[in-house]
């Protein structure tokens, strides 16, 4: 008997998917793990010229019990060396009761809009209930995810941009005001924009922190989604000892997120994480408490979030037809 396998590009992805679909998905991906429908171990990361791969798995049942492997090269200069996109590579979905493979699908649109579910998911539980204001470091392709996810569950009034590339800055202000519908201004500083926002994201390459006590007022929100290996940090750890800390995943954060480096400077321990997502969500924790803490979510991206946006894909592709089936394994 011959398997077939259903492969999703980027394109069919796409035409699937919508944002709300991705807050669903991320948020059962939290809850499952909770209910102990879902698992996942610590990713795999391999080194390469310029850049990195990482791989990442997870289990989760729901109706149908689905694994997912993501195998991603990151590679920050691939713009302006190649014209590639930084993010490339594929996702892995398979049968968990049988092992067969199901689906291969492209991994840019899922990473990019399931990382930014995730911020929208711990804002909707950690922002404060007036926030109206939203500062984005680092205008690339996950900045402007990022923004757009934000707004659909955050009624934002004004946003400030900034990148260590001005002409960019300039330019992403510009076309997000006329996608979003509000204005969005370019800093020539971080802090110019952080320090007045309700709502911070970090979306950078960075591997060296910037963000500190200084840029952040009391009772805002840092989503901080850039550091997703151990060579790179954006939040400084004296300001990670300052805020309240949810990380997405523990031991992850732990090992490669802005957690890691303020670990290393003696900044905070293990213990003083306040929660992670999955506590907040299924309400184990409770969320937001003062209007004047500073809430750091320390989002390293988990296989989790993979698995739950490629099932839901993978079964609306097989609802509609979308995709090219092959037969993977014939001789």
Known sequence: MISSVLLLTRKDVVSLMRPADYLSAVEAAFRADKEGR????MPMHIDGEGGAFHAKGAAFTDERAYVALKFNGNFPQNMTRFGLPTIQGA??????????LLAILDSIEVTLMRTAAASALAAKHLARDNARILSICGCGDQGRVQAAALADV???EKAFVWDIDADKA???ARAMEKTLGFEFQPVERCRDGAFAADVIVTSTTA????LTPADVAPGAFVAAVGADSPAKNEIAPTLMAAGKIVVDVLGQCADMGDLRAAIAADAVA???????????VTGQKPG???????????STGTALQDVTSAALAY???IDVGAGQMIALGSL
């Open 207 to 210: 591997a060296k922190s910037f």
């Open 270 to 280: 293990l213990d003083d994480v306040y929660a992670d997502l999955g506590e907040i």
């Open 170 to 172: 300039a330019v992403f």
């Open 288 to 298: 937001r408490q003062s209007d004047r803490d500073i809430i750091i979510f320390d």
């Open 315 to 317: 079964e609306r592709a």
């Open 154 to 156: 955050i009624s934002f």
């Open 91 to 100: 996702i892995f979905l398979c049968d968990a009761g049988n092992g067969s």
């Open 38 to 41: 879902a698992a996942s171990p």
